[in-house]
């Protein structure tokens, strides 16, 4: 059974009102609205940097730690969020980890769709391997469209022959913009977070008018041999849960060590929500377990 702070939480979340085809400005500041409610905790420093164009920040906990990197992409359906508005959980997993992340602050959409968050994924990795991160020390890990952007950002690097990461991490991941998984229809007298029709609204506004399924875009219809180990985090109250048991599913016929972990009763990206959540920490001690077995830190 769930702690009283989760129920506290969607109690909290279901009471926000409905609002319908809200302007994509609204939806930004609503979402930065929220994070401002989970401030980053004070050891934890923030650095704006260009990531050979791409906008981004260090985010570091431990002074002098250089390895391993958490190169962190944040969710928001490709159309809203920033690294500001994940500073909390990304900083929280710097600490359980002992790491230090590079948060990107990709193109979104409507403005900049499909491919564009694609390519900033690829630039900021290859900026970090130009700045001497051996690609053994490094984890792609996100949360919703950040997850399905770490994936997608994995495969471009495979098909193109880098290096790959040691690792990969992702939270509540949107793999499949077609929307065609049973729990979009099962889930949603659930899911307080995500609802069919905005997820949709989101994907459009993405894929514009490219292919709904390009690989690339919805990693579930991708060639997914030799993709390093992942995690997958997941809650069953989740319209998204079969974007990830779908993945996890075809990855594992593909040969790709996948550790996919289904949360009981857990909510879309349930570990932002960790300075109030204990079941977020319990996520955040885990895949700082995952970086730990799997990413090389000679420091």
């Not at 190169?71 to 159309?79: D, T, V």
């Not at 193109?107 to 990795?125: K, M, S, T």
């Not at 790959?164 to 949107?174: D, F, H, N, Q, Y």
Request: glycine share 8%; aromatic share 8%.
């Amino acid at each position: 059974m769930a702690s009283p702070e989760f129920y506290e939480l969607v109690k909290k979340l279901r009471s926000r009102p409905p609002e319908e085809n809200p302007p994509i400005e609204r939806l930004r500041a609503g979402f930065e609205a929220l994070s401002r409610q989970f401030p980053p905790p004070s050891n934890a420093s923030f650095e704006t940097i260009d990531a050979a164009g791409v906008p981004a920040e260090w985010v570091s906990v431990t002074k002098g730690k250089q390895l391993p990197v958490i190169l962190y992409f944040h969710g928001g359906g490709y159309c809203i969020g920033s690294a500001k508005t994940h500073r909390d959980l990304v900083a929280r997993m710097c600490i359980a980890a002992e790491a230090r992340a590079l948060s990107v602050d990709y193109r979104l959409a409507p403005e900049n769709p499909f491919p564009a968050a694609v390519h900033d994924g690829v630039g900021a990795y290859r900026w970090l391997r130009s700045q001497g991160v051996p690609a053994k020390s490094i984890v792609v890990a996100g949360d919703s469209a950040g997850g399905g952007l770490a994936l997608a950002t994995l495969l471009s690097l495979k098909q193109s022959g880098d290096e790959l990461p040691a690792a990969g991490i992702c939270m509540s991941p949107v793999t499949d913009l077609a929307k065609e998984g049973e729990s979009m229809r099962t889930k949603i007298h659930l899911d307080p977070m995500v609802q069919p029709k905005s997820s949709t609204a989101y994907a459009q506004r993405y894929i514009a008018d490219g292919d709904i399924k390009a690989p690339l875009a919805s990693p579930l219809y991708a060639e997914l041999e030799g993709l390093p180990p992942l995690l997958v985090l997941v809650g069953t109250w989740e319209v998204l849960l079969d974007d990830s048991t779908r993945f996890a599913a075809k990855a594992n016929a593909a040969g790709v060590p996948v550790d996919l972990e289904v949360w009981e009763e857990m909510i879309h990206i349930w570990p932002f929500f960790a300075a109030v959540l204990p079941e977020g920490r319990q996520a955040i001690e885990r895949m700082a377990a995952f970086i730990k077995n799997h990413v090389a830190s000679p420091n």
